[in-house]
């Protein structure tokens, strides 16, 4: 007869999305939690075992029992080394733990038991104590993921991310990051940039995009990701800039697609580029092994951009996401590389991990919550609209063109004199109406461009910490000048601003990158002037005072979107531009759909509401330092 099997624990670890066995990776309170057991057996025919641990929060309080998510084999005559233990999921007998049981605090692993999963007898085991670790509170990573649609091919039609491409890029930042909860919403937006536009673009039109956003009230420490279907082009990945200093407003780009690069078989790679993107916004650079740049400062601790090496037994691991048929799996820390490289089979190291972790606090912290919510604007009543829409727009008869109702428009916004605006420059020029400018330069080549122009609301400024530059001051690296020129021979205002420069530079490629700025334009502005080293590159001369839009036309819509066409009081002038915004709560809170806007239509992505939701479209017109706002329900 054979002898009864051995057990013997060699080790246990508590590990969230990468660990070693001294557990000197901070475990974040709330997110999901594996506890992992390497066992082996000293005799016996081989054996598959489950199990069961035992876990208090304290020596005070009553353990609970968790059982084991799988099963493993012990077989004496093929043992297995700590290491490639470690290195695969289906060799450690693996143990989720529930939520409440990750709660900021202490946690310690008591009793463990093991048995033959076939027949329930229990195996003798020896091996040291369970660990007792600490959950410490974090902060959670908040993000707007825009979908950039485009035209593309002979005949164009219409190139936009996949259901799948959002979903998993947001599964993936909830498993890899060091939060516990992802704050996320997402949008369709036409980029404005004609194909093949590049990232540059498109950050151009994120920054606008938020900046309107942030003035309409919404949490200043929400980063913005833009994504580009790579079924027409592929739009090479970057963000705009890299802040030495918490920066939430620093936004970033990047394609997405089935493509495999050779390791990734899950039909998708938005997942871990949009990870790599985003952690330049969190201040995090290249570590320089796989032909990215060299630039990490700080230094990368571990051979080839690896997520741990043979000094350092750092091992990845991915809780998994059954609704993507991602399986929990470990993820050896030489065969796997950080995701700030270029290199194959990416996820966070320690390193990045922790970096990251820091750099969400201080952004935490940059603000106690978002702005106030914005009182819901009171929609006016049925004979105020007769009064407030073009004449036999709503009459159901006519011609053709005026047979679909126009949906009631109501202005709750008149345009301005820039000036009149009172509220601190955050770049020290005194009160005034503020504006967002937005542009694109290129240093290589000495040339840029302004963008967008757009007068903000105060709550549009980035804030910054203790210790940081002031706006305009001494970033470290090229700046170009902002001058608003005055009516009436007043004296120009001029502020410094910096490059955030593409973080993806490539040997022999132009030196580009964005400003992006929010600033006082003065008392009587005129115009505003882009300087690179004391030469005027571009120069923006508002239009007239903007058109009052008048009606609201629902004019269909393919692919999901719903399009609505405009009528102004006044034709538009080619300086003129729009940007429309959506609400979904009755007015309380806003988001911007469209920025830069030419033409009279704008296509609202239909996805992003629910039945009963009240959803209203807000139209502002501006020449870039006044403008008018409207409103219009559309269910």
């Known amino acids: 007869m054979s002898s009864q099997p051995q057990a013997v624990l060699d080790a246990a670890e508590i590990t969230q999305a990468v660990q070693d066995l001294n557990h000197s990776v901070t475990l974040i309170a709330g997110k999901t939690t594996v506890v992992r057991l390497y066992l082996r057996s000293t005799s016996g025919p081989a054996v598959s ?29 093929q043992p297995h080394d700590l290491a490639t233990r470690r290195g695969d999921a289906g ?61 593309y091919g002979s005949p164009p039609t219409v190139r936009a991310p996949r259901e799948l491409d959002y979903r998993a890029l947001l599964s993936w930042l909830g498993r890899a990051y060091p939060v516990a909860e992802v704050i996320s919403s997402r949008g369709v937006v036409d980029a404005m940039a004609v194909p093949d536009f590049t990232s540059d673009d498109i950050n151009a039109q994120l920054a606008a995009l938020r900046a309107l956003d942030m003035s309409a009230g919404a949490d200043q420490r929400t980063h913005y990701y833009g994504v580009v279907a790579d079924s027409g082009f592929y739009m090479r990945g970057s963000a ?24 990734d078989f899950d039909g998708v790679y938005g997942d871990w580029y949009g990870g790599h993107e985003l952690g330049h916004t969190f201040g995090r650079r290249h570590p320089g092994f796989c032909g990215e740049s060299h630039d990490d400062l700080l230094n990368y601790p571990f051979d080839n951009g690896q997520l741990g090496d043979a000094t350092h037994g750092y091992v990845g691991f991915d809780v998994g996401d059954p609704a993507l048929g991602v399986p929990m799996r470990a993820l050896p820390g030489e065969q796997w590389h950080d995701v700030m490289t270029y290199c194959a089979r990416q996820w966070l190291s320690s ?25 819901p604007v009171p929609m006016p009543s049925s004979a105020h609209w007769a009064t407030t829409v073009a004449a036999g727009t709503g009459t159901g008869s006519g011609r053709p063109d005026d047979r679909d109702p126009a949906r009631p428009v109501t202005t709750v916004r008149r345009a301005a004199h820039a000036g009149e605006t009172a509220g601190p420059s955050p770049d020290g020029g005194g009160p005034g109406q503020l504006v967002s400018i937005v542009g694109t330069v290129n240093l290589t080549r000495h040339e840029g461009g302004i963008r967008f122009v757009h007068p903000v609301e105060p709550s549009a400024v980035v ?58 334009v003065g008392p009587a502005p005129e115009a505003v002037e882009l300087l690179l080293d004391g030469d005027v590159v571009d120069t923006f001369h508002p239009a007239g005072s903007p058109p009052e839009l008048r009606a609201a036309r629902d004019a269909g819509g393919i692919d999901g979107m719903l399009r609505m066409t405009l009528e102004f009081d006044q034709d538009t002038e080619p300086d003129y531009s729009y ?5 979904a709560d009755g007015g309380r809170t806003w988001r911007t759909v469209g920025v830069g806007l030419k ?10 509401f629910q039945p009963g939701d ?18 219009t329900r559309l269910s």
């Open 351 to 375: 390193y990045t991990y922790d970096g990251i972790r820091r750099r969400l606090l201080a952004e935490d912290a940059l603000v106690s919550g978002g702005a106030p919510e914005a009182e």
């Open 579 to 583: 940007s429309a915004q959506i609400s």
């Open 599 to 608: 033409e009279p239509t704008v296509d609202v992505d239909r996805g992003q």
């Open 91 to 151: 060799l450690s007998l693996n143990f989720v733990l529930p939520s409440w049981l990750t709660t900021e605090g202490a946690l310690g692993v008591g009793a463990v038991n093991v048995v033959d999963a076939t027949g329930g007898q229990p195996l003798p085991l020896t091996g040291p104590a369970g660990p007792t670790v600490w959950f410490r509170a974090g902060a959670p990573l908040r993000v707007r993921v825009l979908g950039m649609r485009y035209r």
């Open 240 to 263: 705009a800039g890299i802040p030495a200093f918490p920066d939430p407003g620093t936004v970033a780009s990047g394609p997405t697609g089935p493509g495999s690069f050779g390791w």
């Open 614 to 631: 009240d959803v209203r479209l807000r139209i502002t017109t501006t020449n870039g330092f006044t403008s008018t706002t409207a409103e």
């Open 463 to 520: 804030p910054g910490p203790a210790g940081a530059p002031a706006p305009g001051g001494d970033q470290g690296g090229p700046t170009a000048v902002l001058r608003v020129l005055q009516s009436g021979g007043a004296a120009p205002r001029e502020v410094r601003v910096p490059v955030k420069l593409g973080s993806e530079p490539e040997p022999g490629a132009d030196r580009t990158g964005l400003i992006d700025a929010v600033t006082s």
């Open 49 to 77: 075992v489950r199990g069961a641990i035992a876990v208090r929060r304290s020596p005070a309080e009553p353990s609970t029992t968790i059982a084991s998510v799988n099963t493993v084999t012990l077989d004496p005559a």
